[in-house]
Each structure stands twice: as C-alpha cells, then as structure tokens.
C-alpha cells in the first residue's frame, strides 16, 4: 500500500470513530435525559390528611418555636419568602415561598409538604428534609401551619425547578434523589422507651437533618454519641451559646446554636442531653448488623456504622 493510501484509510477510520463517537455521546444523553425524566415525572399518592390550622395565639408561638428550632427559617428565610439552597450542588434550587404557598394551597397541602415531601400535584421535592419531619406530631405540625397561616398571604408565581444536565446525571447516578419516596424508609433514632421519647424527639426533628436519620452521623456531622462527652452544663453552652466542649467556635454549630438552639426551653435541652447520655450505653451495632439492615430497607449503607 502507497503512503498515500494509507493517510487516505488513516482518515477514514478516524472519521468513522468519531462519527460513532459522537453517537454514542448523543445516545448515552438521550439516555440520561429518560432515565432522569421518569424519576422527575414520576407521581407518587398523596396520603390523605386531617390536620387542622388554628387561630390560638397559644398554638401559632408554639408554632413558631417548632419552626425555630427546626431550621424552617433558616432555608425558608425569617420572613418565608423562600431563598437559593445551595446544599446540593447538583441542584441549587428556590425554597418556597411559603405564605404564598400557604394561600393558594390547603392544610393537607402545607402537611403533606412537610411530613411526606409531596408537592399538590404529587411530585416528589428534592432538598426539603421531609425525611427528618416525617414523625413530626399531629398537633406540631398543625401549631407550625397555624404559624405559616398567621403571617400576611403573599401573591408569588410557583417556582419551576429547572433540572440541568449536570442535575440529571447526579439523578442517573444515584447521587440525587426525591425526598418523597425516602419518608417511607427513612432511619430513626434509636427508641430508649417512655423514659426518653420527649429527646428522642426533639432530637429527630432538630439534629438528624445533619447528624443523620439515626443520629449515627453523616457528612462533617459525628455520631451524636459525642455528646456524651460534654457534661450537662458543656452541653447547655453548645446549645445556647455555641461553644464547644473546648470552648470554642465550631464552624456549623456555633451559628446554628445562634440562630436556632439558643431558643430551646431547658427542659428540651435537658431532655435532649438524657436522651444522648442513654443512647451511648446502647450496644453498637456491628457492620453486619447495619448491612443486614440496610439491605433489609432495600438500600446501601449512607451511614458509617458507630464507632
Ligand atoms: C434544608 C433546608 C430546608 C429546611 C430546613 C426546611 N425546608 Fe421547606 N423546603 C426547602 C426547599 C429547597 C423546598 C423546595 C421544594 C424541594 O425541595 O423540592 C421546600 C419546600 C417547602 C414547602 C413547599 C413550598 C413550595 O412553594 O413548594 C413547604 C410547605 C415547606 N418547605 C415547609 C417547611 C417547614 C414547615 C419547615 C420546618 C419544619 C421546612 N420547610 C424546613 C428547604 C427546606
Ligand atoms: C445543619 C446541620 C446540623 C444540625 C441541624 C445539628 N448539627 Fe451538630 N454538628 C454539625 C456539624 C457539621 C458538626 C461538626 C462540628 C461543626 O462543624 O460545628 C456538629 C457537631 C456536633 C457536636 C460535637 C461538637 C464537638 O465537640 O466537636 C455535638 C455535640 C452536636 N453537633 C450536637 C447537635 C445537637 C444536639 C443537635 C440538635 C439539637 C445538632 N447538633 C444539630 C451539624 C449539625
């Protein structure tokens, strides 16, 4: 074969591996666009719901407080006119607008929102930490929606979340999910009896949004078997004045110890802390023992195991 032929096949076959290249491309995004949209698309069965507003001004404070130490205000912004979340960098997206929200929408609507992560017309959210209210107390979330309901309505157009193709490959991936189905399987703290419930809860619908469904940890957030090692009053100063054991400033719980602990009634505190001490003196459980139970809810282990 001449030179010159040989540049002239070379060419060839490198054309046609790009060409096929570039299909593959395109495939494989046709691909990621479907697999994403049926996840997007997707409908879930709104549960019915039977919580009720109130006018009492007794229930709105209460309602207040709830969504203090809860952190609705700091995603939903003081006010509740919703603001950018960037907590998952897949997907930066509005918060609601929930006095808008709320007057367009019932309290089934503002309940399933919160407890189940259901837009009104069935979609699925994707930020909202739904899975942390999903054992949030009947007569809690109605004092919150009384709160919502006190405040001026507002007029403001829904927001269209936009999901780019960076936000559909992290779908594909399995690196971003719909909050909605994951109520239903969502871990929760460990149950310590009668004794310690008022902890256990305040503990799950204040800490395990970061510390994680079963306070196991997740992310820069530790096992909350830490706070073992902080006596009663370190802990009161955690929570009130943002100081660690040590004395000082920690990057994420200093500030929310500003702007949302500080205003937890001693006894919740107290609580909390009994609760914390009890559940350290449980037996930790083995990987084995977390693989088992993993597998059994149908999903990989998102949670170290305890230390
Ligand atoms: C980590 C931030 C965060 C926290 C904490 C949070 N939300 Fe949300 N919430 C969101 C985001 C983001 C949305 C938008 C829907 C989505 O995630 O797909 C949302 C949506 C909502 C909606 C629906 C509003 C709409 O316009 O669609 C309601 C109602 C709501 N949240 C209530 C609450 C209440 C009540 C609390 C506290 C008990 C709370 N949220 C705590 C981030 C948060
Ligand atoms: C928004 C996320 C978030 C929430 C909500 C949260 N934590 Fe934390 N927590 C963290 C992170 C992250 C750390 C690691 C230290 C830091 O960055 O402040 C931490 C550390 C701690 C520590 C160890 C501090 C040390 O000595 O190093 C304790 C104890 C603690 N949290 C208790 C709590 C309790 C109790 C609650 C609920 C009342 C709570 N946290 C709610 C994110 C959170």
Sequence with gaps: MSAGRFTFFAIRWIGI?????????????????????????RRYTLPSSLV???KDAGDVAQGKHWMTVSGCF?????????????SNSALPIWSGDLRAFAAVNTDGDLERAIRHGLTPDARPMWVMPSDTFAYMRDKDVEDVISYIRSLPPRAAPPRVIRFDW???????????APKSPKADEILSPADLGPRFDGGRYLASISCAQCHGGDLTGSGYAPDLNVA???????????LYDGRSRAGKWIPTMSPLARARF??????EVNAIYDYLLARKTLPAWTKEQRAEFNESAGKKPTAPPPK
């Design 74 to 86: 700091g995603c939903h912004g003081d006010d509740l006119k919703g603001r950018m979340i960037r």
């Design 52 to 54: 009720h507003a109130s």
């Design 262 to 267: 500080r205003y937890f009634h001693d006894y």
């Design 228 to 238: 073992a090692k902080y006596t009663r009053t370190q802990f009161f100063q955690l």
């Design 166 to 176: 960076t936000a559909r490959k992290a779908i594909v991936a399995g690196r971003l």
């Design 17 to 41: 591996a790009a060409v096929l290249a570039a299909a593959a491309r395109l495939l494989w995004l046709f691909y990621v666009y479907l697999a994403s949209e049926a996840v997007i698309e």
